[in-house]
């Protein structure tokens, strides 16, 4: 199977720093990764993707970084502000077409 | 803009009740798939459709059933409601194609109290 885990449930950083939230995945056969943020009394939102033939991808003031020689993903957030607020989930897919094991959730908090 | 839309965002349950979750989306997608939310757990997949009609069980899909008449809708069903399924569940879409992951578009969430 697979399993998906963050590093930590919760981050407080300073507006206007980076944030880096981390995910690591237990089966080295997962070929998808995605990133969603959810915020209070909303659903998921899809932020960024990144598929396992790349080690990184960039969006807007967001980069994802992928390594999958220890299974480890990484959410990395620019010049944070506080609309960035809001509980960050990693998933992954173990094989093309098999469903998404969702991580438990790293709530991130931009202090002013 | 794409929409998918849960149509009670809390609700209060007595144990033992049968709880109807609707979730419409307008985004003409094939796949709909639903999810609890429980702290510390993550999102954890119950159910999910890839056709009308069309029903295949998620991780934990014991104490629930689905519904796809149309293509739009995807029902839960909480035949006999218990305690512990007190959560929040979410509803989320994607296209065909995108498989079964790809892009999800969630729905805001129905929060369920079983007394």
């Known amino acids: 199977g697979e399993s998906v885990g963050l590093h930590l449930p919760t981050l407080s950083v300073q507006e206007g720093d980076n944030s880096i939230i981390n995910c690591a995945y237990s089966?080295?056969?997962?070929?998808?990764f995605i990133w969603y943020k959810q915020e209070s009394g909303k659903g998921p939102q899809f932020i960024i993707d990144i598929r396992s033939n790349m080690d990184k991808r960039q969006g807007q003031r967001v980069t994802v970084l992928l390594n999958k020689t220890v299974k480890h993903l990484s959410l990395q957030i620019a010049a944070t502000q506080p609309g960035d607020s809001a509980v960050y989930f990693c998933a992954a897919r173990r094989t093309s077409g098999s469903r998404l094991t969702f991580g438990e959730g790293t709530q991130l908090t931009v202090n002013p | 803009d794409v929409k998918v839309t849960q149509s009670s965002r809390y609700l209060v349950k007595r144990t033992g009740e049968k709880v109807f979750l609707e979730c419409v989306q307008d985004?003409?997608?094939?796949?709909m798939f639903w999810y609890r939310q429980d702290p510390g757990l993550g999102l954890r997949l119950i159910y999910f459709s890839y056709d009308v009609k069309m029903k295949e069980k998620g991780d934990i899909p014991e104490g629930y059933s689905v519904s796809r008449e149309k293509k739009e809708r995807f029902s839960l069903i909480l035949e006999s409601a218990s305690t512990n399924q007190t959560s929040m569940y979410l509803c989320a879409s994607s296209k065909r194609g995108q498989g079964r992951t790809g892009e999800l578009f969630f729905g805001e969430g129905s929060r369920l109290t079983v007394l």
């Open positions: 089966n080295s056969a997962s070929d998808y």
């Open positions: 985004m003409d997608h094939e796949n």
